[in-house]
C-alpha cells in the first residue's frame, strides 16, 4: 500500500504504514536471546515452561517457568524495559514511547512483587547478557531450589 493511502486505525500509535509494519514484526516471545539461554539450560538437563503463567491467575507470562520450584526467568530487551545501559529515548515520539518504557519498567517490579510475596525466584537478565552467563544463573538456582533441604525443626 503506498504510504500516501495508508490510514492508521483507529487508536493506532503508528504514525506511518512502515512504522506500523516494523511495530508488528517485533516478537513478544521466541526472541534469539531467549532461545540461546532455553537451549544452554535445556542441555544441562532442566526442562521449563516457556511463555507460561507462573501462576493461574496472573495476567502476565514469564519466559520460562520452572513450577515445582517455583522459579520464573525472564530475558528483558534493551529498549522495551529500559536497560540503564543501552536504552536510548527514540527522536520521533519521545513522549509516547518514554511513557510507555516507564510503564513497563514499573509493571516488571510489580510483577517480581506479586511473584515473591507468593513465593517465586525471580531472575531477569537483559538481553545483551552472555547466553552461557544467563543460562549458568538459572541451572545453579533451579538446582540449589530442587535440593534445598525440608525444614529441621519438627521432632527428632
Same mark, same amino acid.
Given at each position: 500500500? /503506498?504510504?500516501? @493511502?495508508?490510514?492508521?486505525?483507529?487508536?493506532?500509535?503508528a504514525?506511518?504504514?512502515?512504522?506500523?509494519? &516494523?511495530?508488528?514484526?517485533?516478537?513478544?516471545?521466541?526472541?534469539?536471546?531467549?532461545q540461546?539461554?532455553?537451549?544452554?539450560?535445556?542441555?544441562?538437563?532442566?526442562?521449563?515452561?516457556?511463555?507460561?503463567?507462573?501462576?493461574? @491467575? #496472573?495476567?502476565?507470562?514469564?519466559?520460562?517457568? #520452572?513450577?515445582?520450584?517455583?522459579?520464573?526467568? #525472564?530475558?528483558?530487551?534493551?529498549?522495551?524495559?529500559?536497560c /540503564?545501559?543501552?536504552?536510548?529515548? /527514540?527522536?520521533? &515520539? /519521545?513522549?509516547?514511547?518514554?511513557?510507555?518504557?516507564?510503564? &513497563?519498567?514499573?509493571?516488571?517490579? @510489580?510483577?517480581?512483587?506479586?511473584? =515473591? =510475596?507468593?513465593?517465586?525466584?525471580?531472575?531477569? #537478565?537483559?538481553?545483551? =547478557?552472555?547466553?552461557?552467563?544467563?543460562? &549458568?544463573?538459572?541451572?545453579?538456582?533451579?538446582n540449589?531450589?530442587?535440593?534445598?533441604?525440608? @525444614?529441621?525443626?519438627?521432632?527428632?
Amino acid at each position: 500500500m /503506498p504510504q500516501e @493511502d495508508w490510514v492508521a486505525p483507529a487508536g493506532s500509535w503508528a504514525s506511518s504504514a512502515a512504522r506500523r509494519r &516494523n511495530m508488528q514484526a517485533i516478537r513478544s516471545r521466541d526472541t534469539k536471546p531467549e532461545q540461546l539461554v532455553r537451549r544452554l539450560v535445556h542441555a544441562q538437563g532442566l526442562r521449563y515452561r516457556v511463555s507460561a503463567k507462573p501462576l493461574p @491467575d #496472573f495476567r502476565r507470562t514469564a519466559d520460562m517457568v #520452572f513450577r515445582p520450584t517455583k522459579v520464573a526467568v #525472564f530475558i528483558d530487551g534493551c529498549y522495551w524495559h529500559g536497560c /540503564p545501559e543501552h536504552y536510548v529515548a /527514540p527522536k520521533t &515520539n /519521545p513522549g509516547y514511547w518514554s511513557d510507555k518504557v516507564a510503564r &513497563n519498567i514499573a509493571r516488571d517490579r @510489580d510483577t517480581d512483587r506479586q511473584l =515473591e =510475596e507468593a513465593g517465586w525466584t525471580v531472575l531477569r #537478565f537483559w538481553e545483551h =547478557e552472555a547466553p552461557e552467563t544467563s543460562a &549458568n544463573e538459572i541451572v545453579l538456582t533451579v538446582n540449589r531450589l530442587r535440593h534445598k533441604p525440608e @525444614d529441621d525443626t519438627g521432632p527428632s
